[in-house]
């Protein structure tokens, strides 16, 4: 690999039919093994790989700037987060339990916590490595199977983690990867042994998804898109929350689903506000990935640049201010020429109704609006159809619950943004989605529940 952006990294075949039925009938083989092993077994061999990537944190993270787009120092922090899933999985996975309930004569019931089989894991471009360490990592420690689809954006990581857990110890094809689009997707989706679906994409694919699982009554976990609020109080710690706009509206050029990309802030601070966000903004270093001070690397592709910059000239025409970037960036250096770059940019006079305050843009545009009460921004935040995350700044730490209860979203940040502990469940509401990565919860999304009910008398005849 080299760093030349623009350029084909490989060229990689779509999986169709009969490949996926390979991994399928694979993965479906390798289940039969796994689900009999205990939980202490397999967590042995998700430590192992959790270790691994461990190991090689530096090398995966290079694979993945090259992969991706995004600065190296994210991508090491994403390679870190993967292999700190797998670590909390593999402690659960000797964990699972049922319950036992005592019932009336001596008699008992039960409940077994079991696998699903063969779940189909597809993931999105944007954290490709850590997406797919989100899916498999319950779904392994629960006994299943998974095939999983990277986006045909970012082919190249995931199959870095198949030979990953193949060297831990995961029983052959238990772990498959399949490439390709739209066309592999229904093919996995529609597979009559695949029991379990998650996705994590846009609205509009997850809900196709959504109508071919219903025609196998296949269980369903859709982490989908957002246009999140950001509330700035008056009474925040400016400093700290202008980092947490810059953190919420930038990481990984934009292209992050939970991003806080309507900044509301209480008008008696907002030319203080904005005046410094502008400032920090234009100091972000854009460039070359995969040199250590570049804090903006390039964006996917040239379609979706020229989405984002169409959305950019649309906001303008519609009233908008661009109080900063927006327009196309090419660094100094002559092999990043044809690179997909643009300069962060940061919108001033948005109003609610605007397109670019009302749709997902999945790039480097901050939209401020400003808010004078409580009350209203509460309203204005929760106007929206999705509900992925949304954030509070302020210094008054009873306010801040009490809006992020009022919030009508999965993921909810106070005095931070865009934290993501695999402890804790991430996922959303409304049009973002249902059903959880992380945390506990991944668990119940991973397994099912089987009920036992044995009887210690006689069967007490009614005939």
Same mark, same amino acid.
């Given at each position: +690999?080299?760093?030349?952006?623009?350029?084909?990294?490989?060229?990689?075949? =779509?999986?169709?039919? @009969?490949?996926?039925?390979?991994?399928?009938?694979?993965?479906?083989?390798?289940?039969?093994?796994?689900?009999?092993?205990?939980?202490?077994?397999? =967590?042995? &061999?998700?430590?192992?790989?959790?270790?691994?990537?461990?190991?090689?944190?530096?090398?995966?993270?290079?694979?993945?700037?090259?992969?991706?787009?995004?600065?190296?120092?994210?991508?090491?922090?994403?390679?870190?987060?993967?292999?700190? =899933?797998?670590?909390?999985?593999?402690?659960?996975?000797?964990?699972?339990?049922?319950?036992?309930?005592?019932?009336?004569?001596?008699?008992?019931?039960?409940?077994?916590?079991?696998?699903?089989?063969?779940?189909?894991?597809?993931?999105?471009? $944007?954290?490709?490595?850590?997406?797919?360490?989100?899916?498999?990592?319950?779904?392994?420690?629960?006994?299943?199977?998974?095939?999983?689809?990277?986006?045909?954006?970012?082919?190249?990581? &995931?199959?870095?983690?198949?030979?990953? +857990?193949?060297?831990?110890?995961?029983?052959?094809?238990?772990?498959?990867?399949?490439?390709?689009? /739209? %066309?592999?997707?229904?093919?996995?989706?529609?597979?009559?042994?695949?029991?379990?679906?998650?996705?994590?994409?846009?609205?509009?694919?997850?809900?196709?998804?959504?109508?071919?699982?219903? @025609?196998?009554?296949?269980?369903?976990?859709?982490?989908?898109?957002? #246009?999140?609020?950001?509330? *700035?109080?008056?009474?925040?710690?400016?400093? $700290?929350?202008?980092?947490?706009?810059? &953190?919420?509206? +930038?990481?990984?050029?934009?292209?992050?689903?939970?991003?806080?990309?309507?900044?509301?802030?209480?008008?008696?601070?907002?030319?203080?506000?904005? @005046?410094?966000?502008?400032?920090?903004?234009? #100091? *972000? #270093?854009?460039?070359?990935?995969?040199?250590?001070?570049?804090?903006?690397?390039?964006?996917?592709?040239?379609?979706?640049?020229?989405?984002?910059?169409?959305?950019?000239?649309?906001?303008?025409?519609?009233?908008?201010?661009?109080?900063?970037?927006?327009?196309?960036?090419?660094?100094?250096?002559?092999?990043?020429? $044809?690179?997909?770059?643009?300069?962060?940019?940061?919108?001033?006079?948005?109003?609610?109704?605007?397109? =670019?305050?009302?749709?997902?843009?999945?790039?480097?545009?901050? /939209?401020?609006?400003?808010?004078?009460?409580?009350?209203?921004?509460?309203?204005?935040? $929760?106007?929206?159809?999705?509900?992925?995350?949304?954030?509070?700044?302020?210094?008054?730490?009873?306010?801040?619950?009490?809006?992020?209860?009022?919030?009508? /979203?999965?993921?909810?940040? *106070?005095?931070?943004?865009?934290?993501?502990?695999?402890?804790?469940?991430?996922?959303?509401? @409304?049009?973002?989605?249902?059903?959880?990565?992380?945390?506990? %919860? /991944?668990?119940?999304?991973?397994?099912?529940?089987?009920?036992?009910?044995?009887?210690?008398?006689?069967?007490?005849?009614?005939?």
């Amino acid at each position: +690999f080299d760093t030349c952006p623009g350029r084909v990294l490989c060229k990689v075949p =779509c999986s169709g039919e @009969k490949e996926v039925d390979l991994a399928v009938q694979s993965a479906k083989a390798a289940f039969k093994i796994w689900s009999q092993m205990s939980g202490m077994e397999r =967590c042995r &061999v998700m430590l192992e790989a959790a270790r691994i990537i461990r190991e090689q944190r530096d090398e995966i993270a290079t694979m993945e700037t090259i992969n991706n787009g995004k600065s190296i120092f994210e991508a090491r922090v994403d390679i870190d987060i993967s292999w700190q =899933c797998l670590e909390y999985y593999a402690g659960l996975a000797g964990s699972l339990a049922g319950e036992h309930i005592q019932l009336p004569g001596g008699s008992f019931g039960y409940t077994r916590r079991e696998p699903f089989g063969v779940c189909v894991g597809i993931g999105a471009w $944007n954290y490709p490595f850590q997406t797919a360490c989100w899916k498999s990592g319950p779904a392994l420690a629960c006994g299943n199977a998974m095939v999983f689809k990277p986006s045909p954006f970012t082919p190249i990581s &995931v199959v870095r983690l198949a030979e990953i +857990f193949t060297e831990a110890g995961v029983p052959k094809g238990l772990f498959n990867v399949v490439q390709g689009g /739209a %066309a592999t997707g229904q093919l996995l989706c529609q597979h009559p042994d695949v029991a379990k679906i998650s996705f994590t994409g846009s609205v509009p694919t997850g809900m196709k998804i959504m109508e071919m699982a219903a @025609k196998g009554i296949k269980p369903v976990t859709l982490e989908l898109g957002g #246009k999140s609020p950001l509330i *700035i109080f008056s009474d925040a710690d400016l400093e $700290n929350a202008v980092k947490g706009a810059l &953190v919420a509206n +930038f990481l990984t050029q934009g292209e992050v689903c939970c991003n806080g990309t309507r900044v509301f802030v209480e008008r008696k601070i907002l030319d203080t506000f904005t @005046k410094e966000v502008v400032k920090r903004t234009q #100091k *972000i #270093k854009i460039g070359d990935p995969l040199l250590e001070d570049t804090r903006m690397g390039a964006l996917i592709n040239k379609p979706h640049l020229n989405r984002v910059q169409g959305f950019i000239k649309q906001a303008k025409e519609q009233g908008a201010e661009v109080l900063c970037g927006g327009d196309l960036y090419v660094p100094d250096d002559p092999k990043l020429k $044809n690179g997909y770059y643009m300069r962060p940019c940061v919108l001033g006079n948005c109003k609610d109704d605007m397109t =670019c305050v009302k749709e997902e843009i999945f790039g480097p545009v901050m /939209a401020i609006l400003p808010f004078d009460t409580e009350e209203e921004v509460v309203e204005r935040a $929760n106007a929206t159809k999705f509900g992925l995350a949304g954030g509070v700044f302020t210094r008054d730490i009873q306010k801040a619950h009490r809006v992020v209860a009022a919030l009508k /979203a999965g993921m909810c940040f *106070i005095n931070n943004y865009n934290i993501s502990p695999v402890e804790l469940p991430f996922g959303g509401y @409304k049009s973002s989605g249902f059903g959880r990565e992380n945390g506990r %919860a /991944a668990i119940e999304c991973y397994s099912q529940l089987k009920t036992v009910c044995v009887e210690m008398g006689d069967v007490e005849s009614v005939f």
